[in-house]
Nanobody, 124 residues
């Protein structure tokens, strides 16, 4: 049974930083690209970042480029999202997802497995 468990969300002031983690189990982690998505109230889920299974390629939404960084530790079966210079518009539930591909998909329907999400709230 595949499980993705996010952690690290919380309340932070604008301009601050948070680091999200997503621990995976039940799959061969280094066979999967990993992605982060987010969903704000009343909005559709949107792509944030993705990283290839070999850690050699990353993909970011324009809205987070230069502020967020995705990384992974295949030895720990964990993917991270370092979020800096946070803005109020970054407030959302953040989800990690897994897809068995060498690419870095940006569309939610391409992903096979999803975590339950972690809330990030940025106050002004």
């Amino acid at each position: 049974q595949v499980r993705l468990v996010e952690s690290g969300g919380g309340l932070v002031q604008a301009g601050g930083s948070l680091r999200l983690s997503c621990a995976a189990s039940g799959l061969t982690f280094n066979n999967y690209a990993m992605g982060w998505f987010r969903q704000a109230p009343g909005k559709q889920r949107e792509f944030v970042a993705a990283i290839s299974r070999s850690d050699s390629s990353t993909n970011y939404a324009d809205s987070v480029k230069g502020r967020f960084a995705i990384s992974r530790d295949n030895a720990k079966n964990t993917v991270y999202l370092q979020m800096n210079s946070l803005k109020a518009e970054d407030t959302a539930v953040y989800y990690c997802a897994a897809k068995g591909t060498p690419l870095t998909p940006s569309r939610s329907y391409e992903y096979n497995y999803w975590g339950q999400g972690t809330q990030v709230t940025v106050s002004t």
